[in-house]
């Protein structure tokens, strides 16, 4: 066989896995984790504050709505009044680790999880530098009692931490 001969005969084809190293392939599906995640958030926030009105409620069920607000303070609304500056950095920090984490990671769920954690953090990091507060919008109540609203950022952080928990657990045993 000549070497550039190309026919269709001559050219083996190659699983992904084979052209790429395995840690290259579950990097890249971590990448491609926290992109989809960090969509997700910032299209939904989009959407939501583009058609409602800070404090304007849309009920879909009896204990979920929809009611846009802003959080000046990190998780749960605790320090609110602290420095948007000084909350940014400590979220990149916690950014660095997931990275870090990320890079070690060893299995699929590992970096499927931490890429989520990443995209999640990444699109309220987004939202604290470009607003000074982060953009929320689900509410979840019961009576009168309120979780602290939330978005779909703040889902893709702890399920991916939560799963990410789950892999490290299930790889021990």
């Given at each position: 066989?000549r070497h550039n001969d190309?026919?269709?005969e001559?050219?083996?084809?190659?699983?992904?896995?084979?052209?790429?190293s395995?840690?290259?392939?579950?990097?890249?599906?971590?990448?491609v984790?926290?992109t989809?995640?960090l969509?997700?958030?910032?299209v939904s926030?989009?959407q939501?504050?583009?058609?409602?009105?800070?404090g304007?409620?849309?009920?879909?069920?009896?204990?979920?709505?929809?009611?846009p607000?802003?959080n000046?303070?990190?998780?749960f609304?605790l320090?609110?009044?602290?420095?948007?500056?000084?909350?940014v950095?400590?979220?990149?920090?916690?950014l660095?680790?997931?990275?870090?984490l990320l890079?070690?990671?060893?299995s699929?769920?590992?970096?499927?999880?931490l890429?989520?954690?990443i995209?999640g953090?990444l699109?309220?990091?987004a939202?604290?530098?470009?607003?000074?507060?982060v953009r929320?919008?689900?509410?979840v109540?019961?009576?009168?009692?309120?979780?602290p609203?939330?978005?779909p950022?703040?889902?893709f952080?702890v399920?991916g931490?939560?799963?990410f928990?789950?892999a490290?657990?299930?790889r021990s045993?």
């Amino acid at each position: 066989m000549r070497h550039n001969d190309l026919s269709q005969e001559n050219v083996k084809t190659l699983p992904i896995a084979r052209i790429v190293s395995n840690k290259t392939y579950l990097r890249l599906s971590g990448v491609v984790a926290a992109t989809l995640a960090l969509l997700v958030d910032q299209v939904s926030k989009e959407q939501i504050f583009a058609r409602l009105k800070n404090g304007e409620e849309i009920v879909l069920l009896p204990v979920l709505s929809v009611l846009p607000g802003w959080n000046e303070g990190a998780a749960f609304g605790l320090g609110k009044g602290s420095a948007p500056l000084l909350l940014v950095v400590l979220a990149l920090a916690v950014l660095a680790w997931l990275t870090v984490l990320l890079f070690r990671s060893r299995s699929r769920l590992e970096t499927a999880a931490l890429g989520c954690a990443i995209g999640g953090a990444l699109s309220n990091i987004a939202d604290r530098v470009r607003f000074g507060a982060v953009r929320d919008f689900i509410d979840v109540h019961w009576a009168t009692y309120h979780w602290p609203t939330f978005n779909p950022a703040d889902m893709f952080v702890v399920v991916g931490l939560l799963s990410f928990v789950l892999a490290d657990f299930l790889r021990s045993r």
